[in-house]
């Protein structure tokens, strides 16, 4: 149910106009927000940057081949540089739309009651949609999954895993995966070149965590992180859930020379871990969550349209990690 100071400063945008006029707008859109935010901590602890222009742009650096090198007194070291790639992460329009028949306000219900109603709804289920297309965005490709296509923006996974260049843990030796173990999880965490501070995993994974801990006698212990929400941590980095993160994977041990080592969303089982440093991953955004009311064609229905303007931004692959094929059964 939407809680009352929700449903307070709904009723109060909706009375302040005609009932078939122009809402308040300004009072509408933070009672979106506030649902959208509202038991969603991933994205209240993902860092926001502003965006400007069409795409977010920056500089990846490649390390030299050369780190270091011990010469004689009479030698000389030998010339080396890093390399830099221009990355250029496309915003991306993700939203959705809200409608009231003409139907439902005659057959006894309130306006705004129904607007309540759909809003609620329909936030609660793009906040679902949008974090799988943030964590999930390309990475299958070829339009394979819901979460693929030329109108999505890559996603932390396919970010950090960089076409085989970036960082991540392959556990067994086949597509079957393997059982996860506190040691492997230790050693993704090691691969981080940033200390990370934030764990991403599905319930299934939480509980695999807890388990092993359990198992070793080890105490489970819960850190308080933004939003007010209290939650496990794991060698003191927050162990957040997402429903982002499948127990359905299908593994692919070896990439089949395109490294994914994911082939799709559903029909596996198996799930992966997300590793990630909140100093270089982050949500960068063109225009925050934005409604209004829009034209329609009927005059059978009004129609509400939320939108936003964002990309996922991993800046160097090798500070996050991601561990794939942990087996779930």
């Not at 801990?213 to 819960?222: A, Y």
Request: net charge negative.
């Amino acid at each position: 149910e939407m809680d009352a100071q929700t449903k307070e400063l709904l009723e109060k945008a909706l009375s302040g106009s005609d009932i078939t006029g122009k809402l308040v707008q300004e009072v509408v859109d933070k009672v979106i927000a506030h649902i959208f935010f509202s038991e969603n901590p991933l994205r209240q602890n993902i860092p926001v940057k502003k965006g400007y222009g069409t795409s977010y742009e920056f500089n990846r650096r490649t390390s030299s081949s050369t780190a270091g090198e011990a010469i004689a007194d009479t030698g000389s070291f030998t010339p080396a540089e890093g390399s830099y790639t221009r990355v250029s992460l496309p915003y991306k329009i993700y939203g959705t739309s809200v409608e009231v028949t003409r139907f439902a306000q005659v057959a006894g219900r309130n306006y705004i009651d129904i607007l309540q109603t759909e809003l609620e709804a329909k936030i609660n289920e793009f906040k679902e949609w949008e974090q799988r297309a943030i964590i999930w965005g390309n990475y299958t490709g070829g339009g394979a999954d819901e979460y693929s296509g030329s109108n999505f923006a890559d996603g932390l996974i396919k970010q950090i895993v960089n076409d085989g260049n970036g960082n991540y843990l392959l556990l067994g030796s086949d597509d079957t995966g393997d059982d996860l173990t506190l040691a492997k999880l230790d050693e993704a965490i090691d691969k981080c070149y940033a200390n990370p501070n934030m764990i991403i995993c599905s319930r299934t994974g939480r509980r695999i965590i807890q388990g092993l801990l359990q198992s070793q006698q080890r105490f489970v212990n819960t850190v308080e992180i933004r939003g007010g929400f209290r939650v496990m941590e794991y060698a003191g980095i927050p162990v957040l859930t997402s429903t982002a993160i499948f127990d359905t994977l299908v593994y692919d041990y070896d990439g089949a020379g395109s490294h994914k080592y994911v082939s799709a969303l559903t029909g596996g089982s198996t799930t992966c871990i997300l590793i990630l440093n909140l100093g270089d991953a982050f949500i960068a955004e063109l225009e925050s969550l934005t409604s209004k009311e829009v034209p329609v064609s009927s005059s059978q229905y009004t129609r509400y349209e939320v939108w936003e303007y964002i990309t996922p931004v991993v800046r160097n692959p090798k500070n996050h990690c991601v561990i794939f094929g942990i087996k779930t059964s």
